[in-house]
C-alpha cells in the first residue's frame, strides 16, 4: 500500500483517493467504480435541481410571502380617500401586482415572464380578494344592524337619483332574503373579477417592464 501519493502528500491508512490532487490509489472494482458514478451523477442532478428557479406557484414559499405582504399593502393604498374612489382602487390593484413582481425579483434575483409575472400578480389578487372579502363581511354585519340593505342604499342613491320605479323595485327585492343574497354573491363575484385582474395585469406589466431595464 502507498503511503505517499505521486503528487508528494501523505496518505492516511487505506485512503482510496488523494485528499490533495484527488488521484485514485486502490484499485476499485467495476461495481465500486459503478457506485462512485451513480453518486457523482446524483450530486450533479441534485445541484442542478437546486439552482433551478421555482414556478410562481402556492408551492413557491417566497412568492406566497411576497403575494400576502403586497395584497396588504394595495389594500392599505386602495382604502385611501383619494378621488375618485372608484378609480384609485384599480389603480391600487394595478400598483399591487406591479409592486409583488418587483418584490419578488429583489427578494430572488429571479427574472420573470411576462405571464410569470401575471401570475404572481394574480396571487396577489386572490389575497387581497380575501382581505375585502374580510371588510365587506364587517360592512355587511354593519348595514344590517343600522335598518338593513335596503335603508343604506335607499339612502345612498335616492338623494343622487331621485324616485325611480326601478329603484323601488330594487329597494324591494333587497328585503327578501333571496333578492338580498343574489346582491351579495353578485358583489362578491365582481369584487373577485376586479381584485385578480387587475394585479394579474399590474404583474405581467412589472415583469414586461423590470425585463427591459435589466437587459
Known amino acids: 500500500m502507498h503511503t505517499h501519493c505521486t503528487c508528494g502528500a501523505e496518505l492516511p491508512p487505506d485512503a482510496r483517493f ?7 490509489q486502490l484499485e476499485m472494482t467495476a461495481a465500486e ?5 451513480d453518486a457523482v451523477v446524483a450530486q450533479a442532478v441534485g445541484a442542478r435541481e437546486e439552482s433551478k428557479p421555482l414556478e410562481i406557484s402556492f ?9 400576502l405582504i403586497t395584497a396588504l399593502v394595495g389594500s392599505i393604498l386602495g382604502s385611501l ?3 375618485p374612489q372608484g378609480l384609485w382602487l384599480l389603480i391600487s390593484l394595478l400598483l399591487a401586482g406591479f409592486l409583488s413582481v418587483f418584490l419578488y425579483m429583489r427578494r430572488t434575483g429571479q427574472a420573470l415572464t411576462v405571464a410569470s409575472g401575471a401570475r404572481m400578480g394574480w396571487i396577489t389578487g386572490l389575497f387581497s380578494f380575501v382581505i375585502a372579502t374580510v371588510f365587506f363581511t364587517f360592512s355587511v354585519l354593519l348595514i344590517t344592524s ?14 343622487r337619483m331621485g ?15 333571496g333578492g338580498l343574497s343574489t346582491v351579495l354573491l353578485l358583489t362578491l363575484a365582481i369584487l373577485f373579477v376586479l381584485f385578480t385582474v387587475f394585479p394579474a395585469l399590474g404583474g405581467a406589466l412589472g415583469a414586461k417592464v423590470l425585463e427591459r431595464d435589466r437587459a
Not at 467504480?33 to 458514478?37: I, L, N, Y
Request: glycine residues 8%; charged residues 30%; neutral net charge.
Open 59 to 67: 408551492r413557491n414559499p417566497a412568492a406566497v410571502r411576497v403575494g
Open 146 to 159: 343600522e335598518g338593513g340593505f335596503a335603508k343604506f342604499y335607499r339612502d345612498q342613491l335616492q338623494d
Open 81 to 83: 380617500p383619494i378621488p
Open 163 to 177: 324616485r325611480d320605479a326601478d329603484l323601488e323595485r330594487f329597494f324591494q327585492m333587497l328585503q327578501t332574503p
Open 18 to 24: 488523494c485528499h490533495k490532487c484527488g488521484k485514485p
Open 33 to 37: 467504480a459503478d457506485s462512485v458514478e
